[in-house]
């Protein structure tokens, strides 16, 4: 979570005009880059599980409450799921990108499109993450001080 952190500074160091996108996750508090459309707002929950945990609270507390109200319904939609049974191999091969995407995959977007200064598709995104060829990572040495040359005493 440190290295995180970390790269949200370094970006805003970078580019200081981002500031008024970053928010605080209303559940977990973590930080995170909103849409400039939601600039503004302050009720907002990050991508990371808050935003679909409380989607998910929100669905069931509404259904819960629609099926008290309407009973036979409910025990109506259960019967016809039971009758309409769908025989294994006859709903066909389901394509892969019409499935939903990770919700990671939309805060990568929205932090590539800040980036750039454009809009960024998902399709895009998904491309980049999957090219082959990506550059091995580099490895990691320690820094010196003073830009990295040692200073010699050159007697007389």
């Known amino acids: 979570m440190r290295s995180y952190y970390a790269q949200i500074r370094s970006l805003l160091r970078e580019r200081p005009d981002l500031r008024p996108y970053l928010k605080h996750c209303r559940e977990c508090r973590i930080l995170f880059f909103t ?3 939601n600039a503004g707002r ?3 929950r990050c991508g990371f599980g808050c935003r ?3 989607r998910r609270q929100s669905n069931t507390r509404r259904s819960v409450s629609y099926y ?3 009973p036979d319904k409910k025990r109506l939609q ?3 799921r039971y009758l309409r049974a769908i025989p294994p191999g006859l709903a066909g091969e389901e394509n892969p990108l ?3 995407l990770p919700p990671i995959l939309r805060q990568v977007r929205v932090m590539v499109s800040l980036i750039e200064g454009r809009q960024v598709g998902l399709e895009e995104i998904v491309v980049l ?6 550059q091995p990572r580099m490895a990691r040495t320690r820094r010196r001080a003073y830009g990295g040359r040692r200073i ?3 007697g007389s």
């Open 35 to 37: 849409d400039p459309r």
């Open 42 to 44: 302050d009720d907002l």
């Open 52 to 54: 679909e945990a409380h």
């Open 68 to 70: 008290r109200e309407h």
């Open 78 to 80: 259960n019967r016809n």
């Open 98 to 100: 019409s499935e939903p």
């Open 129 to 134: 993450l999957a090219k082959k060829g990506r």
């Open 152 to 154: 010699r005493d050159r």
